[in-house]
């Protein structure tokens, strides 16, 4: 998504590669973490003992502090959302010459 993202956006001239290149940045993400949690895989190792490096679950919070963070997560979408409304508004009508120079802080 991200390949396809670059491609319309660069070469078709569109402006709805942002969408794609969000979900594919997302699906990156995701899966990245997920194969890091497999297998107890080591993120960070330690040179001077192996048993002591860092994976997902020894480097990660308290109990609490995942939890809090779950709950935050649930957030998202609705955050995404905000963004998707006010980016709409925005582009309903283009900014004018006359709107920059009328206002004292542009440069």
Same mark, same amino acid.
């Given at each position: ?6 491609y319309?956006?660069?070469?078709k001239? =569109? ?5 794609? +290149? &969000?979900?594919?940045?997302? %699906? !990156? @993400?995701? $899966?990245?973490? #997920? *194969? ?16 002591? =490096? ?5 480097? +990660? &919070?308290?109990?609490?502090? %995942? !939890? @809090?963070? $779950?709950?935050? #997560? *649930? ?27 009328s ?5």
């Amino acid at each position: 998504m991200l390949l396809y993202a670059f491609y319309i956006t660069l070469f078709k001239a =569109s402006k709805k590669g942002i969408w794609f +290149s &969000g979900v594919g940045t997302v %699906l !990156t @993400v995701v $899966s990245l973490l #997920s *194969l890091l949690g497999f297998n107890q895989t080591t993120i960070y190792p330690s040179l001077s003992d192996i048993a002591s =490096s860092l994976t997902i679950e020894n480097s +990660s &919070g308290t109990h609490y502090t %995942l !939890t @809090v963070m $779950s709950y935050v #997560s *649930l957030m998202v979408p609705f955050v995404l959302g905000y963004i998707y409304l006010v980016w709409k508004v925005m582009d309903r009508e283009p900014i004018t010459s006359e709107e920059i120079e009328s206002d004292h802080h542009h440069y």
